[in-house]
């Protein structure tokens, strides 16, 4: 039964109902006929009935037009950014205001997010280029030049290395971002020595090439889903191997990763390194993907990033996970 069926039939019963109450009384008290009695609660039931239908077709018709509004949204294209209520034909009862204002509220919030967007695609879409664009030039450069000696091959194949690099790490941070908004990360117990001492295994040549000693030290376990918190990791060496001076050290604790480098510390607060394509961060080519994804994927398992007192004298930041307890 619809809403107006529904108020229609209440204002009826409440019109209908005294009149039969009262017309049932006369009747028992007199000795009349019947039948004028029954005829008179016919026609009081149809008149009950016009009333409640018409009373219950003007109470909703604020809320219809509020809901015509919102089907027109629904069927006009164009972006987000132009979307507004149509504006209501006369003033709305204060119930039915509110909710058009509530409305209102969600399309600014759909806007903005629509913005956000855009703007994270366009810088991503422009950090992506930058390294992309370097590549093709030291190949281009590479196949043109017939006398290039040894050393300047190895020089330019190193650059074109790390320009690729700076690529795929933006596409894995954004497929991590990507699987954080489709679902809940996945629940499993993580040996969180292990797991850094693999990704340490990764990194051990770019850290010999940048003369920087890798360790790990202590042990502990956590729940979380290992892809995730892998890729959480390591944003959180490779922003280590970036400014640190001779050493970079994993500490591992029960439900926690701590990442800290011997460099000069942290240049911003964490809230501000930790957003999406920062401007001035000096990073060419990571787009401040790196902290930002660390973070998200913390969060998204129920724990935290945030800053640590380290003993090696640079930034130590300590990713935490839920304890294996925590189930």
């Known amino acids: ?36 009695l029954l005829l008179w609660l016919l026609l009081l039931a149809l008149v009950s009935a016009l009333v409640g239908f018409f009373l219950a077709k003007g109470l909703l018709k604020p809320l219809e037009e509020l809901a015509r509004a919102v089907a027109y949204l629904s069927l006009k294209e164009g972006p987000v950014s132009e979307l507004r209520l149509p504006a209501p034909k006369e003033p709305p009862p204060g119930e039915v205001a509110l909710l058009r204002a509530r409305f209102g509220e969600l399309l600014e919030r759909l806007r903005s997010l629509a913005e956000a ?18 590549a093709i030039r030291a190949l281009e450069y590479l196949e043109k030049a017939d006398g290039l000696g040894r050393e300047r091959r190895v020089e330019l194949l190193g650059q074109l290395r790390e320009e690729l690099s700076r690529a795929y790490r933006l596409v894995e941070n954004l497929l991590a971002l990507s699987r954080l908004e489709a679902r809940t990360p996945q629940g499993e117990t993580l040996n969180l020595r292990a797991l850094a001492e693999d990704l340490l295994l990764r990194y051990r040549e770019e850290a010999a090439r940048r003369g920087i000693a890798l360790s790990a030290e202590g042990g502990g376990l956590a729940r979380g889903e ?10 959180l060496l490779d922003n280590a191997l970036r400014h640190a001076r001779a050493r970079v050290r994993v500490r591992v604790e029960e439900g926690a990763l701590a990442v800290e480098d011997d460099g000069p510390g942290l240049s911003l607060p964490l809230e501000a390194l ?24 913390a969060e998204a398992h129920g724990g935290r990033l945030s800053p640590c007192r380290g003993g090696l004298g640079g ?6 996970l839920p304890k294996a307890s925590q189930l």
Request: aromatic share 6%; hydrophobic share 50%; glycine share 10%.
């Open 117 to 134: 967007r855009e703007a994270f695609y366009g810088a991503l879409a422009h950090d992506l280029k930058t390294p992309l664009l370097s």
């Open 315 to 320: 930034a130590c930041l300590r990713l935490e």
């Open 1 to 36: 039964m619809s809403l107006r069926a529904r108020l229609a039939l209440v204002i009826a019963l409440l019109a209908f109902l005294p009149n039969l109450v009262l017309a049932l009384t006369l009747g028992l008290m007199g000795e009349g006929p019947w039948l004028p």
């Open 274 to 297: 930790a957003q999406p394509f920062r401007q001035g961060g000096g990073n060419r080519g990571s787009a401040g993907l790196g902290l930002y994804t660390a973070r998200r994927v």
């Open 226 to 235: 290992r892809l995730l918190v892998e890729r959480a990791l390591a944003n």
